[in-house]
């Protein structure tokens, strides 16, 4: 089994090359500022200016003549002790150390006690590191497209590694994963529908491979990804009472046959489809049904509503009041729907399931001037809104009365907002084209970028972040502009000299 002072040991080396290294500028494809955050992260504090040859020798203090024992040391007896063998640094700085380490309060310290304080203070300090990095970003590229009107969606589909854009006359472009246009085809084969409807939205079923597309004829329609032909229609939900204008799908990746597909629509009602046998069948098919399986089955929205359908059942709440419902999510780590308006009262609306599954409890933000979009980071437990007052706000879900910080340096409306949730980073984008990355502990705009894209006023703009590829997708109408971050393989860290030849891992320690 490894040691835990060989684990500091590697993990040290680690931090120590990404220390030593420069961070270079931000770079942007026209103007790019950034913001340093002048603050000391404890570099002067002893545990820091630790090199790993110096871990080594204080190992040999705490190690016992016997394997199966452990050398425990008071403070006295630990100052003294490393003092002399150390060589440097005076008995204050390791009496602060101890202190430090033994927060229990116990009166002494083992070598495991000192590895883990020092383990935890290497993990933290690797954060802020990654959460103060600047990405450095390709020169902006407009992609090559079909698409005559607005894009209303990016997905990616990662079974099969291809992009889907969806415009708003019902123009479905396929993407392969260097982004280049495969095909583009209308998403129905009735051509002459689609000079009377638009395609409000798209979303990918990815557990049941099928995508779900939203029409201003008050209908969402299912079709097929795996059938040989070109993604026939095989569900057609109709009769909706108010127009669906955004849509978001869920499913529990521990058990994909849970999912919720949920979608807000212009009367300001929040709707949502929870499937409990989604692998087998999203809905029941008729016993009066015609035999071919590959014909387009109809459902009608008040069977659904009255429980006609035994694998489905609908949950929904109109507390938005007839506006405008812009953008709806259902998270699971809350168990609740988020849902927003462009209205000052009931901004935002948490509608959380109850016990039960079936019922929602309500939880409204109002939030000046209203918001156009919104996201989630479940483990910072945050929800960043993009203001038409200029300021992107991070709120705690629970706490309605006001927001636990504002991020303030967009000159204009901000009209999109997506977490970077590795580096626990902030993209906000504003009406005038300014893009923005913001640092979510300290709240500050660590860089902007003020890019060409066309100068056009009138214009709809659509933001999505690809993490994963580390690409950044911003729509103007009919035009796809992709930002792609440069490869950051040079910054990797060697914990070892030569090739690794074995990795083990221990569950006990998590190590």
Not at 475 to 489: D, G, H, T
């Amino acid at each position: 089994m490894l040691k835990r002072g060989e684990v500091v040991k590697s993990y040290l080396n680690a931090a120590l090359e990404l220390n030593m290294e420069s961070q270079p500028g931000p770079k942007c494809p026209e103007k790019t500022e950034a913001v340093a955050v002048d603050e000391d992260y404890g570099l002067g504090l002893l545990e820091n200016r630790l090199r790993v040859e110096d871990f080594m020798k204080i190992q040999q203090v705490f190690e016992s003549p016997e394997p199966s024992e452990s050398i425990c040391m008071p403070r006295e007896e630990f100052m003294q002790k490393m003092t002399e063998t150390v060589g440097w640094g005076t008995k204050e700085e390791y009496g602060e150390l101890f202190d430090k380490v033994d927060v229990a309060q116990d009166g002494f310290i083992d070598w495991d006690k000192l590895t883990s304080f020092i383990l935890l203070s290497l993990y933290e300090r690797d954060e802020r590191t990654k959460a103060m990095e600047v990405p450095q970003w390709k020169d902006l590229e407009f992609l090559p497209g079909k698409h005559r009107d607005t894009i209303q969606k990016v997905v990616f589909l990662k079974s099969s590694r291809r992009y889907l854009t969806i415009s708003k006359e019902g123009l479905l472009g396929v993407w392969g994963e260097n982004l280049k246009l495969q095909e583009a085809l209308p998403i129905t084969s009735d051509a002459t529908r689609l000079k009377h409807l638009w395609v409000t939205s798209l979303v990918s079923l990815e557990n049941v491979n099928k995508i779900a597309v939203a029409f201003t004829s008050k209908e969402i329609c299912f079709y097929d990804l795996l059938s040989k032909e070109e993604f026939p229609c095989q569900y057609k939900l109709q009769g909706l009472k108010g127009t669906p204008i955004c849509m978001d799908y869920w499913y529990d990746p521990l058990d994909a046959k849970e999912s919720i597909l949920s979608f807000g629509d212009i009367t300001g009602k929040v709707q949502g489809i929870v499937f409990t046998a989604a692998l087998i069948s999203l809905f029941e098919r008729p016993a009066s049904s015609c035999d071919d399986e590959d014909a387009t089955m109809t459902i009608d929205w008040t069977e659904l509503l009255s429980g006609g359908h035994k694998c489905c059942h609908v949950l929904e709440h109109k507390f938005h009041h007839g506006d405008w419902v812009r953008q709806v999510t259902y998270n699971a780590s809350l168990d609740a729907f988020i849902s927003n308006t462009t209205s000052s009262t009931r901004s935002m609306v948490l509608a959380w399931r109850e016990k039960s599954k079936k019922h929602l409890k309500m939880t409204s933000f109002n939030i000046a001037q209203g918001i156009h979009a919104f996201d989630y980071h479940s483990r910072l437990n945050l929800i960043a809104t993009a203001g038409i007052d200029n300021k992107v706000c991070l709120w705690n879900p629970y706490l309605v009365s006001k927001p636990v910080g504002v991020l303030w340096g967009h000159s204009a409306s901000v009209t999109a907002v997506q977490f970077f949730a590795e580096r626990k980073q902030l993209f906000s984008f504003s009406r005038d084209k300014v893009l923005r990355l913001w640092d979510i502990q300290h709240q500050l705009s660590i860089q902007r970028m003020a890019c060409s894209f066309p100068k056009s006023q009138d214009f709809r703009c659509l933001f999505h972040f690809d993490e994963a590829h580390g690409r950044l997708f911003i729509s103007f109408n009919n035009q796809l502009a992709l930002l792609a971050m440069k490869n950051e393989a040079g910054k990797r860290v060697q914990s070892h000299a030569k090739a690794v030849t074995c990795v083990l891992y221990n569950s006990l320690l998590k190590q």
